[in-house]
Protein backbone atom coordinates (compact mmCIF):
# COMPACT_ATOMS: atom_id res chain seq x y z
CA UNK A 1 0.00 0.00 0.00
CA UNK A 2 2.94 2.26 1.03
CA UNK A 3 4.64 1.93 -2.33
CA UNK A 4 1.96 2.61 -4.04
CA UNK A 5 1.18 5.84 -2.71
CA UNK A 6 4.96 6.32 -3.23
CA UNK A 7 4.07 5.51 -7.09
CA UNK A 8 0.84 7.63 -7.42
CA UNK A 9 2.92 10.32 -5.59
CA UNK A 10 6.26 10.12 -8.02
CA UNK A 11 3.97 9.79 -10.79
CA UNK A 12 1.99 13.07 -9.82
CA UNK A 13 5.36 15.03 -9.29
CA UNK A 14 6.95 14.16 -12.76
CA UNK A 15 3.15 15.25 -14.40
CA UNK A 16 3.40 18.09 -12.48
CA UNK A 17 6.83 18.94 -13.50
CA UNK A 18 6.35 17.83 -17.28
CA UNK A 19 3.48 20.63 -16.98
CA UNK A 20 5.58 23.08 -15.93
CA UNK A 21 7.79 22.46 -19.02
CA UNK A 22 5.75 22.47 -21.56
CA UNK A 23 3.80 26.21 -19.63
CA UNK A 24 7.93 27.30 -19.36
CA UNK A 25 8.40 26.02 -23.40
CA UNK A 26 5.52 27.75 -24.46
CA UNK A 27 6.20 31.02 -22.54
CA UNK A 28 9.49 31.33 -24.29
CA UNK A 29 7.69 30.61 -27.68
CA UNK A 30 5.75 33.57 -27.09
CA UNK A 31 7.93 35.99 -25.77
CA UNK A 32 10.36 35.07 -28.77
CA UNK A 33 7.14 35.84 -31.01
CA UNK A 34 6.25 38.66 -29.42
CA UNK A 35 10.49 40.27 -29.65
CA UNK A 36 10.23 39.19 -33.57
CA UNK A 37 6.93 40.81 -33.82
CA UNK A 38 7.94 44.41 -32.26
CA UNK A 39 10.92 44.20 -33.98
CA UNK A 40 10.51 46.49 -36.75
CA UNK A 41 8.93 48.48 -34.35
CA UNK A 42 11.66 48.62 -32.39
CA UNK A 43 14.29 49.13 -35.24
CA UNK A 44 12.21 52.30 -36.92
CA UNK A 45 12.25 54.17 -33.69
CA UNK A 46 16.08 53.47 -33.40
CA UNK A 47 16.07 55.84 -37.05
CA UNK A 48 16.77 59.18 -37.15
CA UNK A 49 14.21 60.66 -39.09
CA UNK A 50 16.16 61.06 -42.68
CA UNK A 51 16.91 57.40 -42.38
CA UNK A 52 12.94 56.71 -41.51
CA UNK A 53 11.92 59.11 -44.84
CA UNK A 54 14.38 57.65 -46.78
CA UNK A 55 13.28 54.06 -45.60
CA UNK A 56 9.65 54.81 -46.59
CA UNK A 57 10.69 56.07 -50.16
CA UNK A 58 12.12 52.91 -50.55
CA UNK A 59 8.94 50.96 -49.32
CA UNK A 60 6.87 53.08 -51.59
CA UNK A 61 9.41 52.43 -54.71
CA UNK A 62 8.82 48.56 -54.17
CA UNK A 63 4.96 48.84 -54.44
CA UNK A 64 5.09 51.05 -57.37
CA UNK A 65 3.91 54.26 -56.00
CA UNK A 66 7.03 56.06 -57.82
CA UNK A 67 6.26 59.57 -57.38
CA UNK A 68 5.35 59.23 -53.61
CA UNK A 69 8.93 57.59 -53.56
CA UNK A 70 10.34 60.33 -55.17
CA UNK A 71 8.59 62.84 -52.21
CA UNK A 72 10.10 61.19 -49.51
CA UNK A 73 13.59 60.79 -51.28
CA UNK A 74 14.09 64.49 -52.10
CA UNK A 75 12.09 65.21 -48.98
CA UNK A 76 15.63 63.88 -47.27
CA UNK A 77 17.84 65.73 -49.50
CA UNK A 78 15.78 69.19 -49.07
CA UNK A 79 15.88 68.69 -45.02
CA UNK A 80 18.71 66.76 -44.08
CA UNK A 81 21.43 67.57 -46.79
CA UNK A 82 23.95 66.81 -44.24
CA UNK A 83 22.56 63.16 -43.58
CA UNK A 84 24.13 60.08 -44.65
CA UNK A 85 21.64 59.16 -46.57
CA UNK A 86 21.51 62.37 -48.60
CA UNK A 87 23.89 61.31 -51.45
CA UNK A 88 21.79 58.10 -51.69
CA UNK A 89 18.95 59.60 -52.18
CA UNK A 90 19.90 61.71 -55.02
CA UNK A 91 20.86 58.77 -56.82
CA UNK A 92 17.40 57.04 -56.17
CA UNK A 93 15.79 60.13 -57.73
CA UNK A 94 18.01 60.07 -60.40
CA UNK A 95 17.11 56.20 -61.21
CA UNK A 96 13.47 57.05 -60.63
CA UNK A 97 13.49 59.56 -63.47
CA UNK A 98 15.92 57.65 -65.56
CA UNK A 99 14.21 54.24 -65.71
CA UNK A 100 10.43 54.56 -64.99
CA UNK A 101 9.72 57.94 -65.74
CA UNK A 102 12.61 57.76 -69.38
CA UNK A 103 13.48 61.18 -68.66
CA UNK A 104 17.23 61.71 -69.36
CA UNK A 105 17.54 64.90 -68.13
CA UNK A 106 16.11 65.47 -65.38
CA UNK A 107 17.92 61.92 -64.49
CA UNK A 108 21.25 63.70 -65.39
CA UNK A 109 20.68 66.73 -63.68
CA UNK A 110 20.29 64.73 -60.30
CA UNK A 111 23.13 62.92 -61.16
CA UNK A 112 25.12 65.58 -61.33
CA UNK A 113 23.96 67.32 -58.31
CA UNK A 114 24.83 64.23 -56.37
CA UNK A 115 28.47 64.77 -57.80
CA UNK A 116 29.11 68.06 -57.09
CA UNK A 117 26.61 68.25 -53.42
CA UNK A 118 28.48 64.53 -52.37
CA UNK A 119 32.08 64.45 -54.38
CA UNK A 120 33.54 62.68 -51.46
CA UNK A 121 30.55 60.13 -51.60
CA UNK A 122 31.10 56.14 -52.73
CA UNK A 123 28.26 56.84 -54.70
CA UNK A 124 30.06 59.01 -57.02
CA UNK A 125 30.86 56.71 -59.29
CA UNK A 126 27.62 54.97 -59.79
CA UNK A 127 26.51 58.85 -60.86
CA UNK A 128 29.07 59.23 -63.21
CA UNK A 129 28.44 55.63 -64.67
CA UNK A 130 24.07 56.50 -65.11
CA UNK A 131 25.25 60.11 -66.58
CA UNK A 132 27.78 58.99 -68.70
CA UNK A 133 25.19 56.45 -70.17
CA UNK A 134 22.21 58.78 -70.63
CA UNK A 135 24.66 60.95 -72.86
CA UNK A 136 25.55 58.54 -75.16
CA UNK A 137 22.53 56.49 -75.59
CA UNK A 138 19.64 58.55 -74.68
CA UNK A 139 21.00 61.81 -75.79
CA UNK A 140 23.33 60.19 -78.37
CA UNK A 141 26.05 62.92 -77.79
CA UNK A 142 28.86 60.96 -78.30
CA UNK A 143 31.79 63.93 -78.38
CA UNK A 144 30.40 64.62 -75.16
CA UNK A 145 30.22 61.28 -74.14
CA UNK A 146 33.84 60.90 -74.51
CA UNK A 147 33.99 63.36 -71.93
CA UNK A 148 31.98 61.27 -69.28
CA UNK A 149 34.08 58.08 -69.85
CA UNK A 150 37.17 59.87 -69.36
CA UNK A 151 35.99 61.47 -66.41
CA UNK A 152 35.23 57.64 -64.98
CA UNK A 153 38.56 56.87 -66.38
CA UNK A 154 40.10 59.58 -63.89
CA UNK A 155 38.36 58.68 -60.97
CA UNK A 156 40.51 55.52 -60.77
CA UNK A 157 37.64 52.78 -60.05
CA UNK A 158 34.92 51.05 -61.72
CA UNK A 159 35.43 49.32 -64.71
CA UNK A 160 38.66 50.96 -66.65
CA UNK A 161 38.43 48.38 -69.49
CA UNK A 162 34.80 49.15 -70.08
CA UNK A 163 35.13 53.22 -70.32
CA UNK A 164 37.84 52.65 -73.02
CA UNK A 165 35.39 50.18 -75.04
CA UNK A 166 32.63 52.78 -74.59
CA UNK A 167 34.73 55.80 -75.65
CA UNK A 168 36.40 53.69 -78.65
CA UNK A 169 32.82 53.23 -79.71
CA UNK A 170 31.88 56.75 -79.28
CA UNK A 171 34.89 57.76 -81.77
CA UNK A 172 33.52 54.76 -83.95
CA UNK A 173 30.28 56.77 -84.26
CA UNK A 174 31.74 59.64 -85.31
CA UNK A 175 33.72 57.98 -87.47
CA UNK A 176 37.26 58.98 -86.32
CA UNK A 177 38.38 55.80 -87.03
CA UNK A 178 42.00 56.28 -85.98
CA UNK A 179 41.33 57.29 -82.82
CA UNK A 180 38.59 54.51 -81.87
CA UNK A 181 41.70 52.43 -82.74
CA UNK A 182 43.90 53.80 -80.72
CA UNK A 183 41.81 53.66 -77.62
CA UNK A 184 41.28 49.80 -78.13
CA UNK A 185 44.95 49.25 -78.57
CA UNK A 186 45.05 51.24 -75.06
CA UNK A 187 42.75 48.86 -73.63
CA UNK A 188 44.13 45.51 -75.05
CA UNK A 189 47.49 47.29 -74.00
CA UNK A 190 46.83 47.90 -70.56
CA UNK A 191 44.08 45.44 -69.70
CA UNK A 192 44.97 42.01 -71.87
CA UNK A 193 43.03 39.73 -69.49
CA UNK A 194 40.15 41.96 -69.92
CA UNK A 195 36.61 40.09 -70.89
CA UNK A 196 36.24 42.01 -73.93
CA UNK A 197 39.37 41.23 -75.56
CA UNK A 198 37.64 39.27 -77.65
CA UNK A 199 35.04 41.88 -78.91
CA UNK A 200 37.88 44.84 -78.74
CA UNK A 201 40.17 42.49 -81.82
CA UNK A 202 36.67 41.63 -83.74
CA UNK A 203 36.08 45.84 -83.46
CA UNK A 204 39.67 46.33 -84.07
CA UNK A 205 39.54 44.10 -87.17
CA UNK A 206 37.05 45.80 -88.33
CA UNK A 207 38.48 49.19 -87.97
CA UNK A 208 41.57 47.91 -89.88
CA UNK A 209 39.44 47.02 -92.69
CA UNK A 210 37.87 50.41 -93.45
CA UNK A 211 41.50 52.22 -92.82
CA UNK A 212 42.48 49.97 -95.86
CA UNK A 213 45.27 48.30 -93.54
CA UNK A 214 43.56 44.75 -94.17
CA UNK A 215 46.57 42.38 -93.26
CA UNK A 216 46.72 44.03 -89.96
CA UNK A 217 42.80 43.37 -90.20
CA UNK A 218 44.11 39.58 -90.89
CA UNK A 219 46.30 39.18 -88.25
CA UNK A 220 43.44 40.43 -85.04
CA UNK A 221 40.73 38.11 -86.36
CA UNK A 222 43.32 35.25 -86.67
CA UNK A 223 44.66 35.94 -82.97
CA UNK A 224 40.68 36.17 -82.55
CA UNK A 225 39.90 32.87 -83.67
CA UNK A 226 43.14 31.09 -82.62
CA UNK A 227 42.60 32.37 -78.58
CA UNK A 228 38.88 32.61 -77.97
CA UNK A 229 37.53 29.85 -80.36
CA UNK A 230 34.42 29.31 -78.27
CA UNK A 231 33.90 33.63 -78.50
CA UNK A 232 30.24 34.48 -80.70
CA UNK A 233 32.87 36.93 -82.36
CA UNK A 234 35.29 34.62 -83.69
CA UNK A 235 32.51 32.99 -86.34
CA UNK A 236 32.03 36.60 -87.45
CA UNK A 237 35.86 36.91 -87.90
CA UNK A 238 35.76 33.37 -90.10
CA UNK A 239 32.94 35.32 -92.31
CA UNK A 240 34.81 38.62 -92.52
CA UNK A 241 38.27 36.81 -93.61
CA UNK A 242 35.69 35.44 -95.96
CA UNK A 243 34.77 38.31 -97.54
CA UNK A 244 38.01 39.53 -97.88
CA UNK A 245 38.77 36.80 -99.94
CA UNK A 246 35.45 37.34 -102.04
CA UNK A 247 36.49 41.02 -102.51
CA UNK A 248 40.28 40.03 -103.63
CA UNK A 249 38.83 37.81 -106.54
CA UNK A 250 40.19 35.08 -104.55
CA UNK A 251 36.37 33.25 -105.25
CA UNK A 252 37.15 29.28 -104.87
CA UNK A 253 39.55 29.88 -101.36
CA UNK A 254 36.21 32.23 -100.43
CA UNK A 255 33.48 29.38 -101.03
CA UNK A 256 35.58 26.94 -99.26
CA UNK A 257 35.67 28.95 -96.63
CA UNK A 258 31.88 30.21 -96.41
CA UNK A 259 31.03 26.60 -96.59
CA UNK A 260 33.03 25.64 -93.86
CA UNK A 261 31.15 28.22 -91.27
CA UNK A 262 29.16 26.13 -88.82
CA UNK A 263 26.99 28.14 -86.49
CA UNK A 264 26.72 31.47 -88.25
CA UNK A 265 23.46 33.78 -87.56
CA UNK A 266 21.51 34.46 -89.80
CA UNK A 267 22.05 31.35 -91.37
CA UNK A 268 19.83 33.11 -94.44
CA UNK A 269 22.74 34.97 -95.15
CA UNK A 270 25.66 32.43 -94.87
CA UNK A 271 23.29 30.46 -97.61
CA UNK A 272 22.81 33.68 -99.58
CA UNK A 273 26.65 34.59 -100.00
CA UNK A 274 27.20 30.86 -100.97
CA UNK A 275 24.60 30.78 -103.37
CA UNK A 276 26.00 34.39 -105.04
CA UNK A 277 29.02 33.58 -104.73
CA UNK A 278 28.53 29.89 -106.45
CA UNK A 279 26.90 32.03 -109.42
CA UNK A 280 29.94 34.22 -109.78
CA UNK A 281 32.30 31.24 -110.46
CA UNK A 282 30.11 29.19 -112.98
CA UNK A 283 29.90 32.81 -114.82
CA UNK A 284 33.65 33.24 -114.55
CA UNK A 285 34.40 29.86 -115.95
CA UNK A 286 31.53 29.88 -118.52
CA UNK A 287 33.70 33.32 -119.85
CA UNK A 288 36.91 31.45 -119.90
Known sequence: MKKQLKRELKQQKNRTKKSS??????????????????????????LTAPQRLFAKGVELESVGKITAAEESYREV?????????AAEALLKIGKLWQYDHRDGQKALLNYLRLEHDY?????????????????????????????????????????????YYEIADCYFRLENYPQARIE????????????????????????????????????????????YPDSRYQIQAKFDLAKLLEEEGRLDEALKSY??????????????????????????????
Open 21 to 46: SRRWILFVLFVLVLLVSLFPVYRRQQ
Open 77 to 85: YQKYPQAQV
Open 119 to 163: PDSPLVLSAREEAAQIVKYVFHDYSRAIEFFQRLLDFNEGTPDQY
Open 184 to 227: LETLLEKYPDSSLVAAVLYRKGGILILEGRLDEAREDFHRLIDR
Open 259 to 288: RQLKGFSPPALLQKKIEHLEQRITVKKGAI
